[in-house]
Every structure is written in structure tokens, then in C-alpha cells.
T-cell receptor, first 117, second 112 residues
């Protein structure tokens, strides 16, 4: 089945630094990937749609300069949290869809827990 | 956007069937209903999906009402490992594709 790998699983960074999170589709190609963030005991909130070879589409209220998304290949999307602040601490999750199995929805990565100190 | 409503939480005894309801009264005729679950600190896991007919797989059964305005996810023999947040989702069309919007979900507690 489709597998999405997300790295790192946990990261701690200092305020003001940038952090890059990778999302890889291991055994399929994904022209579209999605990035979510989740606060404790809350649901997943869609941040942006990552499109291979073009600009990402951000949801309302999400700062595109703060959360840089790059989808340079059919198997890799990256989310960079720039100039991180403690309020950016959250659980970030990506998902991707295997075109051949589009009806089966999306496969999610295991998430990245970001802590900004 | 089609939206879903689910109970905030439910309890179920281990070994019994867990029936999780979901209302999606604004669903369009060609929109599928999907169920995912999320165990603490992990990414969501696909469970099952359906359009009109009832569906069953190795994890669960999905019962969709004839008017498609609601559905029920059934875990036939719940185990402690089924304790998780269960999300009922109707995919939202964006241009030529879809995006998955999560509601609040139902927190299922399976108790020994």
C-alpha cells in the first residue's frame, strides 16, 4: 500500500531559527500533497495544498511567508517554518494521494512534533 | 462545503461493537464519505470509504443511509487498541481535485 514518510518525527529549535520538515511518498508519485497542523486535543487544520512544480495554495489565515512550501519533485514536499516562535509549536502532518488509488483517499505521514523554545 | 457532525466522545466495552454516527446532510451526489482514525500522536489512518452502498473491509463496516445524509461506522469487536479519535469526512472539491477537511471527530474510549 501507499506509504508516506515524514521527517523528522520530532524537532526542538530555538526561537528565530527555521525548521524544514520533509514529506515523501515512498512507493508512489504524488502531484498533490497537503500540510496540516494540529494543536493538542484539537482536530487537524489544513494549512496548504502543495502542488508539484507550482506554487502552493494556502488556506485563509495561513502566512505563506511564514510557512514555505516547496514541492520540487513528484515524491517530495517540504514545509519550512521560518523564524520560528513558541506559538509555532505544534504537530505538523502531511498527506498525499496515490493517483492509481485515488478513491482510497489520502495516506498520512506519521507527523512531526515541533517545539520552539 | 459539505460538513460533518459527530458526537464529541463515546465509550464502548471491549469486545462489543462500536457504532460511530456521522451526519453529512449537505453532501453532494458524487461525494464520498471517508472515515479515518487518529491514535494519539500519530498521523491519521484510513479506515473505509463509501458512496451509496454499505461497505465492509477487514477493519470496519460503513452503513450509509439511503438519502446519504448520515452514516455509521461499525467496529464489530472493539479492542483497547481501537481507542482513538475517529473522523468522518466528506471530501471537498477544489478545481479538478479534492482536499480533505477534518471536523472535530469522535473520541472513542474502549474500556476493558
Amino acid at each position: 500500500g501507499a506509504v508516506v514518510s515524514q521527517h523528522p518525527s520530532r524537532v526542538i529549535c530555538k526561537s528565530g531559527t527555521s525548521v524544514k520538515i520533509e514529506c515523501r511518498s515512498l512507493d508512489f508519485q504524488a502531484t498533490t500533497m497537503f500540510w496540516y497542523r494540529q494543536f493538542p486535543k484539537k482536530s487537524l487544520m489544513l494549512m496548504a495544498t502543495s502542488n508539484e512544480g507550482s506554487k502552493a495554495t494556502y488556506e485563509q489565515g495561513v502566512e505563506k511567508d511564514k510557512f514555505l512550501i516547496n514541492h520540487a519533485s513528484l515524491t517530495l514536499s517540504t514545509l519550512t517554518v521560518t523564524s520560528a516562535h513558541p506559538e509555532d509549536s505544534s504537530f505538523y502532518i502531511c498527506s498525499a494521494r496515490e493517483m492509481a488509488r485515488w478513491e482510497y483517499g489520502y495516506t498520512f505521514g506519521s507527523g512531526t512534533r515541533l517545539t520552539v523554545v | 462545503d459539505a460538513k460533518t457532525t459527530q458526537p464529541t466522545s463515546m465509550d464502548c466495552a471491549e469486545g462489543r461493537a462500536a457504532n460511530l454516527p456521522c451526519n453529512h446532510s449537505t453532501i453532494s451526489g458524487n461525494e464520498y464519505v471517508y472515515w479515518y482514525r487518529q491514535i494519539h500522536s500519530q498521523g491519521p489512518q484510513y479506515i473505509i470509504h463509501g458512496l451509496k452502498n454499505n461497505e465492509t473491509n477487514e477493519m470496519a463496516s460503513l452503513i450509509i443511509t439511503e438519502d446519504r445524509k448520515s452514516s455509521t461506522l461499525i467496529l464489530p469487536h472493539a479492542t483497547l487498541r481501537d481507542t482513538a479519535v475517529y473522523y468522518c469526512i466528506v471530501r471537498v472539491r477544489i478545481g479538478g481535485g479534492f482536499k480533505t477537511i477534518f471536523g472535530a471527530g469522535t473520541r472513542l474510549f474502549v474500556k476493558a
